[in-house]
């Protein structure tokens, strides 16, 4: 213990070493957010769906309009670390772990959603007995497990490493970290077994990471409802999910490094980088949605348009022309100029992206809704004080999970910032050699 | 690294091999899912090319994270035993 106060990575031990009065306030809050919304779902249980917002016509709300939100945040961590440690980008050491725990959290906690939006949560057990793969919800379950299992094991192998160091360094934890470190002693086999392992998840995460969204997706476009019915949906969702998640993950490296004081690790260049990322999804979210709006408009079919103009003009406009902002406007504004695009920019640019992601799930599910083709006695959706508060709960959630996982493990992966400064130099150094083409001189000022 | 006594703990192996053996269960609870809806729509003659589709692309991938996994614990477990031998 004593000799890692002097270790120069002791701020990334800290967190796990000492708790302040701080820590335990936010815990008991968020216990508390958790405890309320808990309350609310044990009194839905008891009562039913009646109190909720939802109604004969509107049987989608608040809880599948989370659901998409959470599974797309989830998407950009694992997504994100799996392609920079592919591309061998140097700058991921201090981000990856923090992405992938985002996965890891959102995903459990998106895929509990659809179960919220059942009054009677033992019927989700019909799905394996009576299930039947021709229906995109049970695509939406063999693809959410399976993203889960592939996210989580992908977190778990390159953590282990650290957690031997935890195992060897300190005192606290010691038969839950040696249980966890399944032995790991820092051998050149261990390495090569542990790198050859992440290989292969890296290259199965990705396409799975996709294919997930893009099923999430399925449960809209499948349908023939207007508003839903679209070919563009898989992608226009995919994009929509790494954008709100790389949004989530600057949030998260804003509110970590100000919380650890991580400033020395998490430095102005991450920030820079990620953002570009963000500013470049948000063009590419506009263009989609763009595509999305203009092929309905042109087709000028009746229920499509009654859609779109309630979306655009009626009382979903304010959502709608708030996403575009949100999601737009005030990212291209402040993440093209370099005055604005400071940390703290970026960190209101990306809160309201969150938002404005939010949004966007909202204008998809609930207006096609409100519109019906069948003659419904129309009730707009108000989501109820049971709605709102798991919203809540669902938030709490995460932030209790990231904050106990910050408790337990490195929010920042200790080996590979190790690995950065011992074997990254060289191997950057022999990469960018194999790059270049080589220079022989054949005589005089000729090269070839 | 010098908590190998520990370590070797049988305890704690045998922890380590029931989460091994746990994940296995867990997959192959998947995929006899997986099995018993491709019975059923075959049965109902109902999607059965959409059902074997998802199924062949789904089976393999829970297979391969339960086989990294797997060479994982037996590569660490592998050196292990070697290093007591050295010992």
Redesign the interface.
Same mark, same amino acid.
């Given at each position: 213990m004593d000799d890692l106060r002097h270790d120069k990575d002791y701020t990334l031990y800290k967190p796990i070493l000492e708790t302040d009065k701080r820590f335990y306030i936010i815990l008991l809050i968020l216990l508390g957010v958790v405890a309320w919304a808990g309350y609310m779902y044990f009194r839905q249980l008891q009562t039913g769906l009646g109190v909720t917002g939802l109604n004969r016509a509107i049987s989608w709300g608040f809880y599948i309009i989370n659901f998409v939100f959470f599974i797309g945040i989830s998407h950009a961590g694992t997504l994100i670390s799996a392609i920079l440690r592919l591309s061998q980008a140097e700058w991921r050491r201090p981000i990856t772990r923090m992405a992938e725990v985002i996965t890891a959290i959102v995903l459990l906690i998106g895929a509990v959603h659809p179960i919220l939006d059942l009054g009677r949560p033992d019927r989700i057990l019909n799905v394996f007995y009576y299930g039947r793969l021709q229906s995109p919800l049970l695509w939406d379950v063999t693809a959410i497990s399976m993203y889960f299992t592939a996210s989580t094991v992908y977190l778990y192998v390159p953590l282990i490493p650290d957690i031997a160091l935890l195992r060897d360094r300190t005192h606290k934890f010691k038969w839950f970290y040696n249980f966890c470190s399944w032995g790991y002693q820092g051998t050149e086999h261990h390495k090569k077994v542990l790198g050859k392992a992440m290989t292969i998840l890296m290259v199965i995460v990705i396409p799975v990471a996709v294919s997930v969204h893009t099923v999430i997706s399925f449960i809209f476009s499948m349908t023939i409802q207007p508003g839903w019915h679209s070919t563009i949906f898989g992608p226009y969702f995919v994009v929509g999910a790494i954008f709100s998640g790389t949004a989530t993950l600057l949030v998260v490296m804003i509110a970590f490094r100000k919380m650890y004081h991580f400033e020395n690790y998490l430095k102005e260049i991450h920030f820079q980088y990620l953002s570009l990322l963000l500013l470049i999804f948000s063009i590419f979210w506009a263009y989609f949605t763009f595509s999305e709006f203009i092929t309905g408009i042109y087709g000028n079919e009746p229920m499509e348009m009654n859609i779109i103009r309630y979306k655009l003009f009626g009382d979903y406009a304010p959502f709608f022309w708030g996403m575009v902002i949100l999601n737009f406007v005030i990212p291209i504004i402040v993440l093209s100029f370099k005055k604005l695009k400071t940390i703290k920019g970026i960190f209101l640019t990306s809160c309201g992206v969150i938002i404005g992601m939010w949004l966007e799930r909202l204008i998809i599910v609930v207006p096609s809704l409100t519109n019906p083709r069948l003659p419904y006695e129309i009730i707009p959706y108000v989501p109820s004080l049971t709605e709102c508060a798991l919203f809540m709960g669902g938030i709490s959630l995460f932030c209790l999970g990231f904050l106990i996982f910050s408790k337990l493990f490195p929010l920042i992966s200790i080996w590979e910032l190790e690995e950065g400064r011992t074997e990254g130099l060289q191997e950057a150094k022999a990469r960018l050699d194999s790059y270049l083409p080589n220079v022989v001189i054949t005589g005089g000022n000729h090269y070839e | 690294? #010098? #908590?190998r006594k520990?370590?070797e $703990?049988p305890w /704690?192996y045998a922890?380590?091999l029931s989460s091994v053996i746990l994940m296995w269960v867990?997959v192959t609870g /998947?995929i006899t899912? /997986?099995f018993n809806?491709?019975r !059923? $729509?075959i049965y109902?003659k109902?999607?059965q090319n959409? @059902?074997l589709g /998802?199924?062949l692309v789904?089976i393999p991938?829970?297979i391969? !994270?339960a086989s990294?996994?797997t060479?994982?614990?037996i590569?660490?477990?592998?050196? @292990?035993d070697e290093?007591q031998k050295n010992i």
């Open positions: - | 690294m #010098n #908590n520990k370590m $703990s /704690i922890m380590q867990f /998947i899912w /997986i809806l491709l !059923l $729509s109902l109902d999607a959409a @059902t /998802i199924s789904v991938v829970f391969l !994270l990294v996994l060479y994982v614990f590569g660490m477990h592998k050196k @292990t290093q």
